[in-house]
């Protein structure tokens, strides 16, 4: 079943790659009394997440952090090492986005968000998406329902609906 807004989002470990390489985070202590805008992708440097997606909450990322946003993370089905390297290309990481890698997919699985792309060699893969969740609890939820696309789930999609 897809997760909805309303609903309080299931515990997961991500990667993170921090000062000493790999890092796991926990969504559960990420989250706990705090503003969080998550958004995902279906993969680093495919065509739409790297020339759209992520770009629309580089541009954005102070205008949430004026509405109280205390992070901003980008959630994404490839290994840490892919998601560091494609933070430092795309500026995520110099904006202060947060890159977290669901390497198996298990975040993306328990809000129903995974679907496969055999033809395009994407296994195990996130829909697009972005929600505001407030201490863990989904608040703003806004998936995208076309492929190749970022309309709903751009930055300046969810900012408008704030």
């Not at 890092?23 to 805008?37: D, F, H, I, Y």
């Not at 946003?69 to 390297?85: G, L, Q, R, T």
């Not at 939820?141 to 751009?154: D, L």
Request: glycine share 10%; aromatic share 6%; proline share 5%.
């Amino acid at each position: 079943m897809t997760i909805s807004q309303g609903a309080t989002l299931p515990d997961a470990t991500l990667v993170e790659f921090g000062a000493e390489g790999p890092t796991p985070v926990q969504m559960s202590a990420k989250l706990k009394g705090r503003k969080v805008v998550v958004f995902a992708v279906p993969g680093a440097f495919t065509p739409t997440c790297h020339s759209a997606h992520v770009p629309s909450f580089v541009r954005t990322k102070d205008q949430f952090d004026a509405k109280g946003v205390d992070e901003v993370i980008c959630v994404s089905c490839n290994d840490p090492f892919v998601m560091k390297a494609w933070g430092e290309a795309t500026g995520a990481t110099e904006a202060g986005i947060t890159m977290l890698a669901d390497a198996s997919s298990e975040f993306t699985k328990a809000i129903g968000m995974e679907f496969d792309a055999a033809g395009a060699g994407l296994m195990s893969r996130s829909k697009r998406y972005a929600m505001l969740v407030d201490d863990g609890k989904v608040t703003l939820w806004q998936p995208e329902e076309g492929t190749g696309v970022c309309e709903t789930s751009g930055g300046e999609a969810l900012l408008a609906n704030m």
